[in-house]
């Protein structure tokens, strides 16, 4: 059973930063693509960044410059350091798994359960 656990989100002035984590377990294999979304109230859901099986990054045009994905020391962990957070950016943060390995097809099958980031003004 696959499961991914987010931690890290939190409330932060405008200017400032948090670092968002995502823990796989369950995977068959380590080859694969993990990206995170957010959703703010009366918004659709957007991918903001993915890391491909490779550790090539892929960033939303918005937070291009301030975010960056990486991949942990910790197996199966993956990063969202999270600078320069703007109010925009508040929104509930959530962690997907694709086992195809590329952030360039669809397929992010697994979920977690999200964790809020409130960035005040």
């Known amino acids: 059973q696959v499961q991914l656990v987010e931690s890290g989100g939190g409330l932060v002035q405008a200017g400032g930063s948090l670092t968002l984590s995502c823990t796989a377990s369950?995977?068959?294999?380590?080859?694969?693509?993990m990206a995170w979304f957010r959703q703010a109230p009366g918004k659709e859901r957007e991918r903001v960044s993915c890391?491909?099986?490779?550790?090539?990054?892929a960033y939303l045009d918005s937070v291009k410059g301030r975010f960056t994905i990486s991949r942990g020391n910790a197996k199966n962990t993956r990063y969202l350091q999270m600078n320069s957070l703007e109010p925009e950016d508040t929104a509930m943060y959530y962690c997907?798994?694709?086992?195809?390995?590329?952030?360039?097809?669809?397929?992010?099958?697994?979920w977690g359960q999200g964790t809020q980031v409130t960035v005040s003004s």
């Open positions: 369950g995977l068959t294999s380590d080859d694969y693509a």
């Open positions: 890391i491909s099986w490779n550790d090539e990054p």
């Open positions: 997907a798994v694709s086992e195809y390995g590329s952030c360039y097809i669809s397929g992010f099958r697994y």
